[in-house]
T-cell receptor, first 112, second 115 residues
């Protein structure tokens, strides 16, 4: 079974731009979560989607948004990029067991 | 609010040594889940174990073992006879009932196993 895939793997943007990251979960997994990983703050939860509905949300500004499609694929969008948004963005999918999430390789976003 | 503390920022051992990674969690919930993940240099987090708050049995999987003690709010991870391939950052995480898909992670412990 194919794992979680994320595209693109690397991205360089400038301040003020917006970016869209994509995540394809493991086949059959309906829950998709997003995390931001930075050296200073570590791994922080962004949001979680299940059946196209956002079920959980972390403490991030409204510039961070996401959505999930009917095939469980998910996208997250960051508008008006700031230097501090530079991070590794990880997507994880889950089938049923709470929290047993399987992570993708991440998208490394650099904002200049 | 949940909080997970991994006091050890970095640990360095020589191959074949045993090493224990500490994890202390804080929660007011009675139902919660604890996890360990491994992040090798490639960056992809790898799920290692899930334990729920009602199951304090220790678990062993090959060279890995986990010690869950509710009395001290700890969920420690031991690698026996460490190998170079065990070098990675290890994260402890917690999820609570009702928000089980939202994990709170510790800051991680960088384990370096030297040959």
């Amino acid at each position: 079974k194919a794992g979680v895939t994320q595209t693109p793997r690397y991205l360089i943007k400038t301040r003020g731009q917006q970016v869209t990251l994509s995540c394809s979960p493991i086949s059959g997994h309906r829950s998709v979560s997003w995390y931001q990983q930075t050296p200073g703050q570590g791994l922080q939860f962004l949001f979680e989607y299940f059946s196209e509905t956002q079920r959980n949300k972390g403490n991030f500004p409204g510039r961070f948004s996401g959505r999930q499609f009917s095939n469980s694929r998910s996208e997250m969008n960051v508008s008006t990029l700031e230097l501090g948004d530079s991070a590794l963005y990880l997507c994880a999918s889950s089938f049923a067991l709470p929290g047993e999430q399987y992570f993708g390789p991440g998208t490394r976003l650099t904002v200049t | 609010a949940q909080k997970v503390t991994q006091a050890q920022t970095e640990i360095s051992v020589v191959e074949k040594e045993d090493v224990t990674l500490d994890c202390v969690y804080e929660t007011r919930d009675t139902t919660y889940y604890l996890f360990w993940y491994k992040q090798p240099p490639s960056g992809e987090l790898v799920f290692l174990i899930r334990r729920n708050s009602f199951d304090e049995q220790n678990e062993i999987s090959g060279r890995y073992s986990w010690n869950f003690q509710k009395s001290t709010s700890s969920f420690n991870f031991t690698i026996t006879a460490s190998q170079v391939v065990d070098s990675a950052v290890y994260f402890c995480a917690e999820g609570v009932k009702g928000s089980n898909y939202k994990l709170t992670f510790g800051k991680g412990t960088l384990l370096t196993v030297n040959p």
